[in-house]
């Protein structure tokens, strides 16, 4: 199944590629970085900068759409920070540390970089110690101004929190980032590529082993980069104000799988989807989500890159799942956006209107409002935000059509039976960096081998009740996150910057309450999302 499956990809990914590259335009593929803190940074152009053009909700962006000018990566990167003087770009040594990649070539007709990217964090968390020991490469360039590509490879080692490491320990990954090896350690690697092709200014093609993300939020209900890589293939294609993405996933599901020394390849199962993006206006953004997931290889039936194929789905005769959404957002006084989700599952109008909770009602919503140089202050950037997801919303029969990939949810880290309401404060001054989040959420955590709608790797079948199904359902728990770090940033291009930082979390229900407070220091880099708010 693997080789057949890698075979697919290969055979789809040439067809597309031969079938646009006798098309000529001056278009242009580097992809921005997927990173949250980067898109509230570069709010105002992602929004305002843009002349209606960029399609925010599908991420990552193409940059060159975030400007009606051409900009680059590293020009957008760059102007976040002060300029530094001139007299600083002529020691070498300065150079890299502080204002270029460690290996930088740039002509008219290509362009190549490299980094070594590190992570090297202590911390303490109620008197036991903490470290993160991260070793990464990341590579990226563009041939002509068709073609882009980036690579990255991440190795670590680490003491993680007392929470996270009983999550890898009942999940076996580390929350994003990768497959821990069964013997005690905590090791584990991350590896990622996407090629990039912008056949004209109506079509862009990817074929990745990476993360994609669809919404305006911080969180997102329809495909989120909560989980770890998996390969893709992604067309894009945009006439006028209207864009259309189709795209095909793989993804691995070992929940039945024991830690197996031989290395066998872990079961497959495969996932399409179809985003339908309309800008009304140069305020008004809306959007149609669907996707599919099955777990046989070779349904033909939903490469069709269309919308709608349910049909197929029962012309198949077959029990894959499918799910529903609405986005939208809106530009309000030319510095604030409220966006908006709806995701559907599953549901029935009169099940809905009569008051008794449902199990199969499964639905979610999510409001937001954020805003650049909110009341008028400099790089003051601002963000709140509510989820709501019902029980059992991402699950099914089986844990191989349910939507999870490497033992995470796709969506929401939360995975469903949640509310959820977070704001997010960030503060540039100079080179310093602040931000500060909190965090409060109500789930129904189940009890022992009972689903009670949280975790989407049970079935549904297992469910105790037929009606009476609310958020809570389960074993009711109060979670507080609050986190702030101060970082100064030393170099823009790849976010190498001095970090400390501060986490409490709380955690409580009528069986227990889990205070943690974690203290950390350390070295960063990259600009990859660590989503330890859960």
């Known amino acids: 199944m693997y080789k057949s499956s890698s075979r697919l990809l290969i055979t789809l990914s040439l067809s597309l590629l031969f079938a646009t590259a006798f098309i000529s335009a001056n278009a242009q593929s580097e992809l921005l970085p997927l990173s949250q803190d980067l898109q509230l940074k570069l709010g105002r152009k992602i929004y305002f900068d843009t002349a209606g053009k960029n399609h925010t909700a599908l991420q990552r962006y193409i940059t060159n759409e975030l400007s009606t000018d051409s900009v680059s990566q590293d020009s957008l990167l760059r102007s976040l920070y002060p300029e530094r003087k001139a007299w600083q770009s002529k020691n070498w040594f300065y150079r890299k540390l502080f204002l270029e990649h460690l290996v930088e070539v740039k002509t008219d007709e290509y362009s190549f970089y490299l980094d070594f990217l590190p992570d090297l964090q202590i911390g303490k968390q109620d008197g036991n110690n903490l470290s993160l020991n991260t070793r990464g490469i990341e590579l ?100 006028g104000k209207v864009r259309y993405m189709a795209m095909f996933a793989q993804f691995i599901d070992f929940q039945d799988t024991p830690y197996d020394e031989t290395q066998s390849p872990y079961p497959k199962k495969y996932g399409i989807f179809h985003y339908l993006s309309y800008n009304v206006n ?19 039936g939903y490469f069709v890159p269309l919308m ?152 549904y079948d297992l469910r105790p009740t037929e009606e009476g199904v609310y958020i809570g359902h389960g074993l009711k728990t109060n979670l507080f996150y609050a986190q702030a770090t101060v970082a100064y940033i030393l170099n823009p291009k790849n976010n190498l910057r001095i970090e400390i930082g501060y986490t409490h979390r709380k955690e409580s229900n009528s069986q227990y309450t889990d205070k943690q407070q974690i203290f950390n220091i350390g070295l960063r880099s990259s600009f990859r999302n660590s989503y330890n708010d859960f």
């Not at 809306?286 to 997931?293: D, E, K, T």
């Not at 194929?309 to 894959?320: I, M, R």
């Open 140 to 239: 990226g360039g563009r041939i002509g101004k068709k073609f882009a590509f980036t690579s990255h490879f991440f190795e670590n080692q680490a003491k993680f929190p007392a929470y996270i490491t009983d999550f890898i320990t009942k999940n076996r990954v580390t929350p994003g980032q990768g497959y821990v090896k069964p013997d005690g350690v905590i090791d584990f690697s991350q590896s990622g590529a996407t090629l990039s092709y912008t056949a004209s200014k109506y079509l862009n093609l990817q074929l990745g082993y990476d993360k994609n993300f669809i919404g305006d939020g911080y969180r997102s209900l329809f495909l989120s980069d909560n989980t770890y890589n998996y390969p893709f293939i992604k067309a894009t294609g945009t006439l």
């Open 282 to 300: 140069k305020r008004l953004s809306l959007g149609l989500f669907q996707n599919v997931m099955w777990a046989r290889e070779s349904e033909f």
């Open 308 to 459: 709608f194929l349910k049909s197929a789905e029962f012309a198949n005769g077959s029990p894959d799942k499918a799910l529903y959404g609405f986005n939208g957002s809106y530009k309000i006084a030319d510095r604030y956006v409220a966006y908006g989700q709806l995701m559907i599952n599953e549901f029935r109008i009169k099940d809905i209107f009569s008051g008794r909770g449902h199990w199969a009602n499964k639905q979610g919503g999510q409001l937001g409002i954020k805003g650049f140089d909110v009341f008028k202050v400099n790089k003051l950037n601002a963000q709140l935000e509510m989820n709501v997801v019902r029980p059992y919303s991402y699950s099914s029969r089986t844990h191989f059509t349910n939507y999870g990939h490497f033992g995470q949810p796709l969506a929401h880290p939360y995975g469903a039976n949640f509310k959820e309401y977070l704001s997010i404060i960030n503060y540039r001054y100079k080179n310093f960096d602040a931000r500060l989040q909190l965090t409060k959420a109500t789930y129904g955590l189940d009890v022992d081998s009972v689903s009670y709608g949280k975790d989407i790797y049970k079935p």
